[in-house]
């Protein structure tokens, strides 16, 4: 875990994320929290993620998702030298469906 992250407000956040109940829920929240290009950025990254993690190439990446190279390379390293949250989130979707 980074530590410049752990502090009273990103906990609180995570508790309030962590309390959402249903996809509703999440909608109401985030939109209450993010602006739309904000709420748009993190949604394509965890595109992006989840395509890397499915091996797929850069060039198909920018054309389905819209993504720069950079935010591509950005979510790359972060799948391969992060604190692998990408790869628990995938684990429990596959676990879900």
Same mark, same amino acid.
């Given at each position: +875990?980074?530590?410049?992250?752990?502090? +009273?407000?990103?906990?609180?956040?995570?508790?309030?994320?962590?309390?959402?109940?249903?996809?509703?829920?999440?909608?109401?929240?985030?939109?209450?929290?993010?602006?739309?290009?904000?709420?748009?950025?993190?949604?394509?990254?965890?595109?992006?993620?989840?395509?890397? #993690?499915?091996?797929?190439?850069? #060039?198909?990446?920018?054309?389905?998702?819209?993504?720069?190279?950079?935010?591509?390379?950005?979510?790359?390293?972060?799948?391969?030298?992060?604190?692998?949250?990408? #790869?628990?989130?995938?684990?429990? +979707?596959?676990?879900?469906?």
């Amino acid at each position: +875990m980074n530590p410049k992250l752990k502090e +009273m407000n990103v906990e609180f956040l995570f508790q309030a994320v962590l309390a959402l109940e249903t996809m509703d829920d999440c909608y109401k929240f985030f939109e209450d929290l993010c602006t739309v290009p904000e709420l748009k950025a993190m949604a394509q990254r965890i595109q992006v993620a989840k395509m890397l #993690s499915e091996n797929r190439v850069y #060039s198909d990446i920018v054309s389905e998702t819209g993504a720069s190279t950079a935010t591509i390379s950005r979510v790359n390293r972060s799948l391969n030298y992060g604190s692998d949250g990408y #790869s628990i989130v995938f684990d429990r +979707m596959k676990k879900d469906e």
